[in-house]
């Protein structure tokens, strides 16, 4: 499998005005929904390749990350993220480093 970055945000100016967090936690639209059309791509390839392997009659159990509310699902790396800040301010971690990092998630809600 290859995932990737959604289509669309690399380079982008508002995608790289996100550089402050680590993953998508709020609502920026352009970055929201590249991200939704993304997990659905994803998935569905998970999907089909877990479908080739499984045996007849067997069995697959599936945990997904996600929440009701469109903010719920987020909240630990929305610390991470914060305390990644503050080791930033405190000189134990060098901004650039900050910058360049990212983790590409995303946790579906009923809303998104």
């Known amino acids: 499998m290859n995932f990737q970055v959604p289509k669309g945000l690399v ?11 680590i993953c998508v936690t709020k609502g920026v639209p352009l970055i929201t929904k ?5 997990f659905g791509d994803d998935f569905t390839m998970f999907l089909r390749s877990r479908a080739e392997e499984i045996v007849s009659g067997g069995r697959m159990v599936l945990t997904i990350r996600g929440s009701t509310e469109a903010e719920d699902g987020m909240w630990d790396f929305q610390l991470l993220g914060m305390a990644l800040m503050d080791m930033v301010a405190e000189g134990l971690i060098a901004e650039e480093k900050f910058r360049k990092f990212y983790i590409p998630i995303h946790a579906p809600t009923i809303k998104m």
């Open 34 to 38: 590249a991200y939704q059309e993304q």
């Open 11 to 21: 380079g982008n100016n508002e995608a790289e005005a996100m550089k402050s967090n």
